[in-house]
């Protein structure tokens, strides 16, 4: 599940986000797009014929405010020390300025492989003009146009084949779960307290990317877990390291190679607008969720108390009506032995699956209890219904016209399997096509 990680470089306005938006096209959503989740276009999942992987435009994570070059030299660092393939991106209408050799001299450092794309080359002359860049010292470079799509076709073919090879520890049974939240809402508490209840087995395994250092644990009853690491666990002291967007893309990532996402809210200060981004990411990314109430001994509490923070919490996330929601502190350890347990429920209601005729006779009875909609003369036929995936677990209905299958029937097709098989903590996903 750890995605080789592309990153693109280069000064200003050479066209990084245009490239990125471009890759990353509109395979955004794997779950559901949540109205009102605004994107950190950032980071992103690409894909090119088989190859999945994990896009970072190192435009979009800005330094506070460090004079220009300082910038972009940090940038070109979180690439480094992000990515498995550097894109370096320049431009040939401005031609070779300083700026591009500025970047050039981190990525020097590097030996990470380092692709040297040649943007704005728009038509057959500015292709010719592609030569000077060679003095940047990266090889042949690749004209690219990211207004007209050309080019990105031979770029990504390049790009794809110094990827490194599967990494050794993806393959065990470890459920891997990460604790994602704001700064200081108490995720390394947790971690601590977590580890401290299961102190089993801990081993840390370092991967080539900074991101693949997880923590392993057994639990009592012989689960493996594995913890991914998110920033704020391991600082290394990069200036970078403190920027709010870095923050967030580092929160993506994690979910990306997580079976289950912990979000962490803190009950001191109720739900922030950063907490309903990562928490529409993870569920757009299709992970299984567990909402987790971090400090909850700060406190003054009445019979209420508990039953109004879940309201809220309920309404402000109304996508997430699916995940538990479970009160701790990290201090008192209220609760908290119960964690891994829930995080394996979850991982059990992900990679559930249902057998057809099972699946057959719930449509029949969705169907006798609410009719299919007429939609301005004809009716939703649905024939049948059949799992195709897990993690999310997802279901492919067999109808008439798939444009009759609306939202609302999809959320009542999708409430009646909650109904009748235990998917609590994990989204759902319902693909309509028509019956041939
Ligand atoms: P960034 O600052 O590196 O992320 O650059 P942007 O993606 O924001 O692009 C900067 C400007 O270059 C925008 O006005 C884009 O429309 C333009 N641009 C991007 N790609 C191309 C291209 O292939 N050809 C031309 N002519 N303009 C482009
Ligand atoms: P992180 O930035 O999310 O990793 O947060 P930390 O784990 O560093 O915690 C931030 C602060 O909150 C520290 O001072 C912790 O001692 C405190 N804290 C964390 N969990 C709890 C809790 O459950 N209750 C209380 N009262 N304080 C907590």
New binding site residues.
């Given amino acids: 599940m750890a995605l080789p990680t592309v990153a693109i470089v ?1 000064r ?7 490239i990125f938006n471009r890759i990353a096209g509109d395979r955004i959503s794997i779950v559901e797009d949540i109205p009102g989740v605004t994107r950190d276009r950032i980071y992103a999942r690409g894909q090119w014929l088989a190859h999945e992987f994990a896009l970072i435009d190192t ?1 979009g994570i800005d330094i506070g405010d460090a004079p220009f070059v300082k910038q972009i030299q940090e940038q070109a660092e979180i690439a480094i020390d992000e990515a498995d393939v550097i894109i370096f991106l320049v431009s040939v ?1 401005e031609g070779l300025t300083n700026a591009d050799e500025k970047v050039a001299q981190i990525l020097y450092r590097s030996d990470k492989p380092v692709i040297l794309a040649v ?2 080359a ?1 038509n057959p002359e500015q292709r010719q003009d592609i030569y000077d860049f060679y003095a940047l010292g990266f090889g042949e470079p690749m004209p690219i ?4 799509g050309t080019g990105l076709g031979d770029l990504l073919d390049v790009v794809i084949s110094k990827f490194p090879e599967k990494r050794a520890d993806e393959a065990d049974d470890a459920i891997r779960f990460s604790l994602i939240g704001r700064p200081n809402v108490g995720k390394s508490s947790l971690v601590n307290a977590i580890l401290g209840d299961n102190r089993v087995i801990v081993s840390s395994i370092e991967g080539t990317t900074r991101d693949a250092i997880d923590t392993k644990f057994t639990a009592p009853d012989g689960q493996e877990y594995a913890m991914i690491d998110t920033a704020g666990i391991r600082k290394r002291g990069k200036v970078y390291e403190n920027t709010e967007r870095y923050a967030v893309m580092r929160a993506m990532r994690a979910i990306d190679r997580s079976d289950v996402v912990l979000v962490v809210l803190n009950a001191e200060e109720g739900i922030r607008e950063q907490d309903k981004k990562i928490a529409g990411y993870a569920h757009e990314a299709g992970r299984g969720i567990v909402i987790v109430v971090n400090k909850w001994d700060t406190l003054d509490k009445d019979n209420h108390t508990m039953q109004d923070f879940e309201n809220q919490i309920r309404t402000e996330f109304q996508y997430l009506d699916y995940a538990p929601i479970v009160f701790v502190s990290a201090i008192t350890k209220q609760r908290l032995m119960n964690l891994p347990e829930l995080v394996k429920t979850v991982h059990e209601n992900q990679i559930r699956r249902i057998q057809s005729a099972t699946l057959n006779d719930v449509l029949l009875d969705a169907m006798a209890l609410t009719p299919t909609p007429n939609v301005r003369g004809h009716r939703l036929r649905v024939y049948y219904m059949t799992q195709v995936a897990i993690k999310p677990p997802t279901f492919v209905v067999f109808v008439n016209d798939p444009e009759l299958l609306h939202f609302s029937y999809q959320r009542f097709l999708i409430n009646q399997l909650r109904s009748t098989f235990d998917f609590t903590g994990t989204p759902i996903k319902i693909i309509p096509r028509k019956r041939k």
């Fill in positions: 280069g200003p306005n050479v066209g990084k986000s245009t435009g209408q943007n704005k728009d146009s990211g207004s007209q």
